[in-house]
């Protein structure tokens, strides 16, 4: 199964040997500036959009490779079964959206997101402190 893993400044999604021979790539990258937003969505099917540019697909099975859409391309590791980890990417990326079924799909989307933040340098917002009244 492939699994998203920050490395070094990327966001990197390997894939098994078996998978990568379906979906035609070893790998992909994205700079973990270039993270816009990342999720897990519950039901597996809603991380996929348009068509099958590259790679195969069985319906209700797996979805492995490069589908086209309207906005540009989207990187699908998916199998039909539980939830997925999403990460969606800025304009100007290879891919609009890296959609992968993993293990921990909250485990994943929380070190890509803490990554992003660091590589971005956004610490989050600062805490609250209780006001007292003057």
Sequence with gaps: MARP?????????????????VARRKEVRAPLTAVQDARVEPDWWRGLRGTTERGQWRPGRFCLGTWRHARGADFMAVHGVGPV????????????????????????????????????GVNGPAPKRPTTPA
Excluded: H, Y
């Design 85 to 120: 980890a999403v990460v969606d990417l800025l304009p100007g990326s290879e891919f609009c959206r890296l959609s992968v079924s993993t293990v921990d799909p909250e485990g994943a989307v929380q070190a890509v997101r803490i990554a992003a933040r660091r590589a971005r």
């Design 5 to 21: 893993v920050v490395e070094n400044k990327d966001v990197v999604v390997r894939l098994p040997w078996r998978e990568a021979l």
